[in-house]
């Protein structure tokens, strides 16, 4: 009667181990590195989906944000829910365009100056081109760390990465100075395709 009950007892602790496991769900762990990152400064096209965070010392908002990248051009849409107060940013070589949808579109051939003037604190967008990616402003120079690099006085770290099309691509990214926290979530990314913003 006593082995019965322990097998039981035994059968029991089985099952509940198994269950346990299987509620544990086991992603493969794909972590930053710089070098395996070489290869994508030839990336010439790229576009992603996803989600912007800023907060400064006075202010802070969020956003849905979708980029799409070619040689020379970047395409940059903010929204809100459900593509609420949709704001374009389009910068051409040295020339920046800001269309908020109201048929006003304002330019400046100063893009970092116009657009931190546009958000109400400083966002470093040539060197983002980069760091979205995943690599250092290749003029510029960096410090590696275990999680990104420091640059041009801003912390970028790589939260997590994910796979996309055989490449590891950042999925959570934190860039911050002392003035400035940006997070970024990327929900999806295409690569070699700048698709139309």
């Known amino acids: 009667m006593l082995s019965m009950k322990a097998k039981h007892l035994g059968l029991w602790c089985f099952i509940l181990t198994l269950s346990a496991c299987s509620n544990v769900p086991v992603e493969p762990e794909v972590s930053y590195s710089k070098t395996a990152r070489e290869r ?32 020379d051009d ?20 040295d ?17 970092e100056e ?18 979205v990616v995943g690599l250092p402003e290749p003029t510029g120079a960096f410090v590696e ?26 999925r959570k990214i934190t860039v911050t100075n002392e003035q400035v926290k940006l997070k970024l979530i990327i929900d999806q990314w295409v690569l070699n395709v700048a698709k139309a913003i």
């Not at 576009?47 to 965070?53: H, K, M, P, V």
């Not at 604190?121 to 760091?131: A, D, G, I, Q, T």
């Open 145 to 170: 760390t275990a999680t990104g690099f420091k640059q041009a006085g801003w912390h970028v770290e790589y939260k997590q990465m994910q796979p996309v099309d055989h490449q590891s691509m950042p």
């Open 74 to 93: 970047e395409k940059i849409k903010l929204s809100g829910p459900l593509g609420q107060g949709a704001t374009v940013i389009q910068l051409t070589g």
């Open 40 to 71: 994508l400064y030839n990336l010439e096209q790229w576009s992603f989906d996803g989600r912007l965070a800023l907060t400064g010392k006075n202010d802070s908002w969020s956003a849905n944000i979708s980029w799409g990248h070619k040689p």
């Open 114 to 131: 116009f657009i931190n003037q546009q958000l109400g604190m400083f966002v470093p967008v040539h060197s983002l081109r980069y760091w």
């Open 95 to 111: 020339l920046v365009t800001i269309d908020r949808g109201d048929g006003r579109a304002q330019s400046s051939t100063q893009p």
